[in-house]
């Protein structure tokens, strides 16, 4: 019993202490293809086929996932990622949406404020739109024109 104990421990061991073996379908989801900007793992392009040929070679060659993903990184650079993680690209693409929104919406605040208190009348400003005085005879010579339509 004891015997077939110190057989079983190191076994146990060894298996615990194995690594998980990477597959294709694990790296690919995780990488873009260079070439066509989708998903490595339904990208169907000859350039996609030869990135799967280069990870497949990777995993023969014992490398785990982490070690594949940073060969390619370094390789392609962080955008070849499915998923980037900070950069400035990735930060910019959610940073100027941001602040184009903000700024159009403070435009139409400023511009819809400076609308009303015109209507409105604000200080030093007429409560009518202004309205040019006519004088006696420019007054006459309108009140002919239309009754020439009446």
Do not use: H
């Amino acid at each position: 019993m004891i015997r077939r104990a110190l057989v079983l421990v190191p076994l146990a061991l060894a298996l615990v202490a194995a690594k998980p073996a990477t597959t294709l379908n694990a790296v690919e989801d995780q990488l873009m293809c260079d070439t066509c900007n989708v998903g490595l793992a339904v990208a169907d392009s000859p350039r996609a086929d030869q990135e799967r040929a280069e990870i497949r070679r990777l995993i023969a060659q014992g490398k785990t996932k982490q070690q594949i993903l940073d060969i390619f990184v370094s390789e392609y650079g962080p955008n070849v990622l499915a998923d980037p993680k900070g950069g400035s690209s990735g930060t910019a693409s959610w940073l100027v949406p941001a602040i184009v929104l903000v700024g159009a919406a403070l435009a139409i605040a400023l511009l819809v404020f400076r609308w009303r208190r015109r209507r409105r009348g604000g200080p030093g400003e007429p409560a009518e739109p202004f309205a040019p005085t006519l004088s006696e005879e420019d007054e006459a010579r309108l009140d002919r024109d239309l009754a020439l339509y009446d």
